[in-house]
């Protein structure tokens, strides 16, 4: 069994910075790619941006160049870093994982971490 556990949401004022971080536990062999997603009240699940085993990075024209994500393979954790942040920013953020376990691939979702950003 795999977990993706999310922390580092909040309160923040526009403008000003959050981090987030995703731990994977459990029986892991290899994650693929890791990717944040987030979805606002009556939205869609938007993916915001992607990252690969060896480093290789995709964003989502709304948050290039302000959001950055990162990861530490020996740890199995992803990283967003949020700067500038907007009203519009505020959702439940989710990260997804592509694990593989052994013969078996699939994909995780962490329970979602709430960043709600103030005008």
């Known amino acids: 069994q795999v977990h993706l556990v999310e922390s580092g949401g909040g309160l923040v004022q526009a403008g000003g910075s959050l981090r987030l971080s995703c731990a994977a536990t459990?029986?892991?062999?290899?994650?693929?790619?890791m990717a944040w997603y987030r979805q606002a009240p009556g939205k869609q699940r938007d993916l915001l941006a992607t990252?690969?085993?060896?480093?290789?990075?995709n964003y989502a024209d709304s948050v290039k160049g302000r959001f950055t994500i990162s990861r530490d393979n020996a740890r199995n954790t992803v990283y967003l870093q949020m700067n500038s942040l907007k009203p519009e920013d505020t959702a439940v953020y989710y990260c997804?994982?592509?694990?593989?376990?052994?013969?078996?691939?699939?994909?995780?979702w962490g329970q979602g971490t709430q960043v709600t950003v103030s005008s």
């Open positions: 997804n994982a592509h694990v593989c376990s052994g013969y078996r691939c699939n994909d995780y």
């Open positions: 990252i690969t085993s060896g480093g290789s990075t």
């Open positions: 459990g029986s892991i062999f290899s994650i693929n790619v």
